[in-house]
């Protein structure tokens, strides 16, 4: 008897509990009014903005970034107005720390639940808001023709839906001689391990991150992108996850 009832409380234990939880949460969030799609947008921000701020503490990557960002001050075509940034994909704002004090920044991101840890990063640095943007990167309908000194990108450009659009677009909204500066993670030389390791990978890996993508050749989509010069450069991340360890990082200049 004593079994049988051991055996009954680990089904309920890890069986019909967690069933339960799991639809008292959907009927919960669906009386609140609050779809599958918006908990799943809720659920992201939450996520990538904690593994954005962890991300930003590691050791390479700060470096990278200290150096990368490091001539924005420069960027300011007329030195009696405050410098003016699009971020495309901001998240919840990891990058402004290395942003030059009183810098405007256009945020653009198609989850808007990011707003809140944005506010909090502009409190934490010396930054400002100039508008939140919900949108994507291929369409900057919004973003008027050579009206900001520079654009940012930041591990977003692996889950852009085309590339070469959003090179174009990123183009067109540049003043002229301003410049994009990117970090992103990429593929992997071709022909090495990893390079067809990313290859068998990618489909689950993209079902499972949120559109990411780790086998895309971005620093090919910079330089037909028409810039007029390109600063293109690697890093092999200190991370156990493997498939992000090739980091491309510069800028292109308009």
């Not at 939880?21 to 947008?41: C, D, E, H, P």
Request: net charge positive.
């Amino acid at each position: 008897m004593a079994i049988e009832d051991a055996d009954v409380r680990r089904f309920v234990t890890w069986k019909i509990f967690p069933f339960a939880l799991v639809v008292g949460t959907i009927w919960y969030y669906r009386q609140k009014g609050v779809t599958f799609k918006s908990l799943k947008r809720k659920l992201a921000a939450i996520v990538i903005a904690n593994l954005m701020a962890r991300f930003n503490k590691k050791k390479d990557i700060v470096a990278t970034k200290k150096r990368l960002f490091s001539n924005l001050e420069e960027q300011k075509t007329n030195r009696s107005q405050k410098l003016q940034i699009l971020e495309i994909g901001v998240g919840g704002g990891a990058n402004f720390t290395f942003y030059p004090p009183g810098s405007q920044v256009v945020c653009l991101d198609p989850n808007p639940n990011f707003k809140s840890y944005i506010q909090q990063s502009i409190e934490e640095s010396n930054v400002e808001m100039k508008r939140f943007i919900q949108g994507f990167a291929e369409k900057l309908e919004t973003v008027e023709d050579d009206s900001v000194d520079s654009v940012v990108c930041s591990m977003v450009l692996c889950s852009v839906r085309d590339l070469d659009k959003t090179m174009s677009e990123v183009r067109r909204v540049l003043k002229p001689n301003g410049t994009f500066y990117f970090i992103e993670h990429v593929a992997a030389k071709r022909g090495t391990c990893l390079n067809r390791v990313q290859g068998w990978l990618n489909p689950i890996w993209y079902c499972f991150s949120g559109d990411c993508q780790v086998n895309k050749e971005t620093g090919k989509a910079v330089d037909r992108a028409g810039f007029s010069q390109t600063s293109i450069n690697y890093l092999n991340l200190n991370t156990y996850v493997f498939l992000i360890r090739p980091i491309l990082w510069g800028t292109a200049t308009k």
